[in-house]
């Protein structure tokens, strides 16, 4: 206890004195300047401050979640009471992202051409940390291969190893994350996962965009009955909630793709593809409208330039910033809608690792989570996984809308 | 005020027409199917007298589009015709597939109030909520308390809706028993039991709603703030109080309805999911399951309900939209 608090107050000293000395290297701002003018002793002084803060928050939350505290505080709480430790995760999570959002920022601050630095320099924490996430997610998505430390339907023995590789609590050091009910690493599943469900998710947001921007801009362009029809079957298309006409056709799908179970995965990202492309339809169709009526647009159809030409070289460039932004949310939805329908054990198929179907697996080790947290932690993340990722993306679209608004507020 | 009734006659007469459409595709991508129904019932080894006769029973030997008025007939009068499952315990215990056995209206029924009362706890929690917490957002734009609001509902509004519940289960219900974590609902419970166990389903759906909701209203009073009338209020000296009270609140309470209308709507897909979850006895539930083992007519019948009062909310809200706001009364 005595040790702890020695660590406690000298590295938070230790923490502002280098704060101080520090930051200013990194370049100038609000931030940087208020670090500056507070000095170290203040800084100190905030810590302190913000100690008892978080200390008091932990004692009341603790309370509330009926964990029956002192002793002393369970010897400084956060990590000292079992039941917390979901609690301690999560600040813990939040708090390194937070940082890893601000480093990274500051990193891009520095590093990289001017254009980049300035995109940097007014970005929001949060999205930030939203672009690093995005980036780490691509990355273990793209190199699940090599990062994961077996094949994602490789099948061991040792069946319902719990995670944390202690041997002595029925773990196994090779396996950190435990096996699940038929004995397949949950860590490289979890790893392959980023590649399946992020791939699958990206590859149909990239069909529905294709679809719905190629068809609503040539409705734009065209005009007339074309128009007409088209915007009346995609009226009728979004009369039914999405994920509803999805479960209707994916019965259909899996009847027609029978024992070939592979097929449903394809017949999934069609089917979703299809109704996604409803909303990038209208959306497309809108800022087509917008940009056919103006006069290089009427120029370059009396250049009589042909169809292809007008679409491809007139109204997308003119329409990017709207579609980009767009593109985002799209993906957020399609990738829930995805994880759903997993979730409902009719999406992604077996000897593929999703993380929607690993929650429902794993779902039941929930009800462990007063013995074994780490146990009833693996559910949650997989779910979280999810939910990070599209978060993250939301930040970024919230950013990205914000910014080409021109919204100063 | 003639007006108003042709318009909303008008927009009842195209919902109508939506969910004749609507009806029109469900029915059509069912028959996308291979093979047919009685195919399906009888599986790969049936002999084709048997088909055949099941064929007949279900009449399937008409054309389509006499089967689809047929049905759609049936539809209206409350007869979603017979579930898969039902006729194939019939078949195997030697009776035929009579028209009483195993309908689907019977199973639809209790399901159908169960799917309502969770969506009706919901709705009363949800709807009051969100509506301070997008208000008070509003006004106080910009502070800390509307920077947590707004990082707090998209996070919930970017976590799939069996994230939150299973969190909500870690808490609520395994660390802290509080809650079941289980709804099983049951015919003849009594009034405050069935409140506990529909607690928690229902409190995921409201965090998913609130958020939605809280947003919307957010951003419909901030647009109101913006307008004329409320700076003139101002000018004049009122209270900034009275302003909120007696010029803000009746003109923004159109939006606000339309808000909520919308996002009940949107609760209708959260259900599903929801459902499942925490295995409530409602539609979302029996959609699913009838979606797994192929049972057609209840595939059917359910995503016709949830199309019906998806369309049906969309239509209040455009109704409400167009009753509150008397420019839109006037389309140029």
Same mark, same amino acid.
């Given at each position: 206890?005595?040790?702890?608090?020695?660590?406690?107050?000298?590295?938070?000293?230790?923490?502002?004195?280098?704060?101080?000395?520090?930051?200013?290297?990194?370049?100038?701002?609000?931030?940087?300047?208020?670090?500056?003018?507070?000095?170290?002793?203040?800084?100190?002084?905030?810590?302190?401050?913000?100690?008892?803060?978080?200390?008091?928050?932990?004692?009341?939350?603790?309370?509330?979640?009926?964990?029956?505290?002192?002793?002393?505080?369970?010897?400084?709480?956060?990590?000292?009471?079992?039941?917390?430790?979901?609690?301690?995760?999560?600040?813990?999570?939040?708090?390194?992202?937070?940082?890893?959002?601000?480093?990274?920022?500051?990193?891009?601050?520095?590093?990289?051409?001017?254009?980049?630095?300035?995109?940097?320099?007014?970005?929001?924490?949060?999205?930030?940390?939203?672009?690093?996430?995005?980036?780490?997610?691509?990355?273990?998505?793209?190199?699940?291969?090599?990062?994961?430390?077996?094949?994602?339907?490789?099948?061991?023995?040792?069946?319902?190893?719990?995670?944390?590789?202690?041997?002595?609590?029925?773990?196994?050091?090779?396996?950190?994350?435990?096996?699940?009910?038929?004995?397949?690493?949950?860590?490289?599943?979890?790893?392959?996962?980023?590649?399946?469900?992020?791939?699958?998710?990206?590859?149909?947001?990239?069909?529905?965009?294709?679809?719905?921007?190629?068809?609503?801009?040539?409705?734009?362009?065209?005009?007339?009955?074309?128009?007409?029809?088209?915007?009346?079957?995609?009226?009728?298309?979004?009369?039914?909630?999405?994920?509803?006409?999805?479960?209707?056709?994916?019965?259909?799908?899996?009847?027609?793709?029978?024992?070939?179970?592979?097929?449903?995965?394809?017949?999934?990202?069609?089917?979703?593809?299809?109704?996604?492309?409803?909303?990038?339809?209208?959306?497309?169709?809108?800022?087509?409208?917008?940009?056919?009526?103006?006069?290089?647009?009427?120029?370059?159809?009396?250049?009589?330039?042909?169809?292809?030409?007008?679409?491809?070289?007139?109204?997308?460039?003119?329409?990017?910033?709207?579609?980009?932004?767009?593109?985002?949310?799209?993906?957020?939805?399609?990738?829930?809608?995805?994880?759903?329908?997993?979730?409902?054990?009719?999406?992604?198929?077996?000897?593929?690792?999703?993380?929607?179907?690993?929650?429902?697996?794993?779902?039941?080790?929930?009800?462990?989570?007063?013995?074994?947290?780490?146990?009833?932690?693996?559910?949650?993340?997989?779910?979280?996984?999810?939910?990070?990722?599209?978060?993250?993306?939301?930040?970024?679209?919230?950013?990205?809308?914000?910014?080409?608004?021109?919204?100063?507020? | 005020?003639?007006?108003?009734?042709?318009?909303?006659?008008?927009?009842?007469?195209?919902?109508?027409?939506?969910?004749?459409?609507?009806?029109?595709?469900?029915?059509?991508?069912?028959?996308?199917?291979?093979?047919?129904?009685?195919?399906?019932?009888?599986?790969?080894?049936?002999?084709?007298?048997?088909?055949?006769?099941?064929?007949?029973?279900?009449?399937?030997?008409?054309?389509?589009?006499?089967?689809?008025? =047929?049905? *759609? $007939?049936? #539809?209206?009068?409350?007869?979603?015709?017979?579930?898969? %499952?039902? !006729?194939?315990?019939? +078949?195997?215990?030697?009776?035929?597939?009579?028209?009483?056995?195993?309908?689907?209206?019977?199973?639809?029924?209790?399901?159908?109030?169960?799917?309502?009362?969770?969506?009706?706890? =919901?709705? *009363? $929690?949800? #709807?009051?909520?969100?509506?301070?917490?997008?208000?008070? %957002?509003? !006004?106080?734009?910009? +502070?800390?308390?509307?920077?947590?609001?707004?990082?707090?509902?998209?996070?919930?509004?970017?976590?799939?809706?069996?994230?939150?519940?299973?969190?909500?289960?870690?808490?609520?219900?395994?660390?802290?028993?509080?809650?079941?974590?289980?709804?099983?609902?049951?015919?003849?419970?009594?009034?405050?039991?069935?409140?506990?166990?529909?607690?928690?389903?229902?409190?995921?759906?409201?965090?998913?709603?609130?958020?939605?909701?809280?947003?919307?209203?957010?951003?419909?009073?901030?647009?109101?703030?913006?307008?004329?009338?409320?700076?003139?209020?101002?000018?004049?000296?009122?209270?900034?109080?009275?302003?909120?009270?007696?010029?803000?609140?009746?003109?923004?309470?159109?939006?606000?309805?339309?808000?909520?209308?919308?996002?009940?709507?949107?609760?209708?897909?959260?259900?599903?999911?929801?459902?499942?979850?925490?295995?409530?006895?409602?539609?979302?539930?029996?959609?699913?399951?009838?979606?797994?083992?192929?049972?057609?007519?209840?595939?059917?019948?359910?995503?016709?309900?949830?199309?019906?009062?998806?369309?049906?909310?969309?239509?209040?809200?455009?109704?409400?939209?167009?009753?509150?706001?008397?420019?839109?009364?006037?389309?140029?």
């Amino acid at each position: 206890m005595l040790t702890q608090l020695a660590i406690w107050v000298g590295g938070g000293f230790l923490a502002s004195l280098a704060l101080n000395r520090a930051l200013p290297g990194l370049g100038t701002g609000r931030v940087q300047d208020w670090i500056k003018n507070t000095g170290t002793v203040g800084m100190f002084g905030y810590y302190i401050l913000a100690t008892v803060l978080v200390l008091l928050v932990d004692y009341y939350v603790g309370f509330l979640m009926g964990a029956n505290m002192p002793e002393w505080f369970k010897s400084i709480s956060l990590l000292g009471s079992t039941r917390l430790p979901f609690l301690a995760w999560l600040l813990h999570g939040i708090v390194m992202f937070g940082v890893a959002g601000f480093i990274f920022r500051a990193l891009g601050r520095s590093v990289g051409t001017e254009l980049s630095r300035k995109m940097f320099r007014q970005m929001p924490i949060t999205a930030s940390f939203g672009i690093l996430t995005i980036l780490i997610y691509v990355i273990v998505a793209v190199f699940a291969d090599i990062i994961a430390p077996y094949g994602q339907a490789e099948v061991f023995d040792r069946i319902n190893l719990l995670p944390g590789g202690n041997p002595d609590l029925g773990g196994d050091p090779s396996h950190p994350l435990g096996t699940d009910q038929i004995g397949r690493d949950l860590l490289s599943r979890l790893i392959f996962g980023a590649q399946n469900t992020v791939g699958i998710a990206f590859v149909t947001t990239c069909l529905a965009f294709f679809i719905g921007a190629s068809l609503g801009f040539l409705a734009a362009t065209l005009g007339g009955w074309f128009d007409q029809f088209l915007s009346r079957i995609v009226d009728m298309l979004m009369a039914i909630p999405q994920l509803i006409f999805a479960l209707l056709l994916m019965t259909i799908a899996t009847a027609w793709a029978g024992s070939e179970r592979w097929l449903i995965t394809i017949y999934m990202i069609l089917i979703i593809a299809v109704l996604d492309s409803t909303r990038v339809f209208r959306l497309s169709r809108a800022v087509g409208m917008n940009i056919v009526v103006m006069d290089f647009f009427e120029a370059a159809k009396l250049r009589g330039e042909n169809l292809s030409y007008l679409v491809f070289r007139e109204i997308l460039p003119n329409a990017y910033a709207p579609l980009l932004a767009e593109f985002g949310l799209r993906f957020c939805f399609v990738f829930l809608t995805i994880a759903a329908l997993s979730f409902l054990g009719i999406g992604i198929q077996p000897p593929l690792a999703d993380w929607g179907t690993m929650v429902k697996d794993l779902s039941q080790f929930i009800n462990f989570a007063a013995f074994s947290p780490l146990t009833a932690a693996l559910p949650l993340l997989a779910a979280g996984a999810i939910a990070l990722l599209t978060v993250a993306v939301n930040f970024v679209v919230d950013w990205m809308l914000h910014r080409s608004s021109g919204l100063k507020e | 005020m003639a007006g108003i009734g042709l318009i909303i006659i008008k927009r009842l007469g195209l919902g109508l027409l939506t969910m004749l459409m609507v009806s029109i595709l469900i029915f059509g991508a069912v028959n996308l199917l291979p093979g047919d129904f009685a195919q399906a019932i009888l599986g790969q080894g049936a002999t084709p007298e048997a088909v055949q006769a099941i064929r007949r029973d279900l009449g399937l030997d008409q054309p389509l589009v006499e089967r689809y008025f =047929t049905w *759609l $007939f049936g #539809v209206l009068q409350g007869d979603f015709g017979n579930s898969f %499952a039902e !006729l194939n315990f019939s +078949s195997y215990g030697g009776t035929t597939a009579s028209a009483n056995f195993g309908s689907v209206a019977d199973k639809l029924a209790p399901r159908f109030n169960n799917t309502m009362f969770l969506a009706g706890v =919901t709705a *009363l $929690f949800a #709807v009051p909520v969100s509506i301070l917490i997008g208000v008070l %957002a509003a !006004l106080y734009r910009n +502070s800390i308390f509307d920077r947590v609001a707004n990082i707090t509902t998209l996070t919930s509004i970017s976590s799939p809706e069996f994230f939150l519940a299973y969190i909500l289960i870690l808490i609520l219900a395994v660390l802290n028993p509080i809650l079941p974590s289980l709804s099983n609902i049951y015919d003849g419970m009594d009034f405050a039991d069935r409140l506990e166990r529909s607690m928690l389903p229902a409190l995921t759906l409201t965090l998913v709603v609130t958020a939605h909701m809280m947003r919307m209203t957010r951003a419909a009073i901030i647009n109101l703030l913006a307008s004329p009338f409320i700076e003139m209020a101002r000018l004049k000296g009122l209270s900034p109080f009275r302003v909120i009270l007696f010029h803000a609140l009746p003109n923004a309470l159109a939006p606000i309805i339309n808000v909520v209308a919308l996002n009940l709507a949107f609760l209708i897909t959260g259900v599903v999911v929801v459902e499942v979850v925490f295995v409530y006895p409602g539609i979302g539930q029996l959609f699913v399951d009838s979606v797994k083992i192929r049972d057609i007519p209840v595939v059917q019948a359910c995503c016709l309900l949830f199309a019906a009062a998806y369309i049906l909310l969309n239509l209040t809200a455009d109704i409400m939209a167009i009753l509150s706001n008397p420019r839109l009364r006037h389309p140029k």
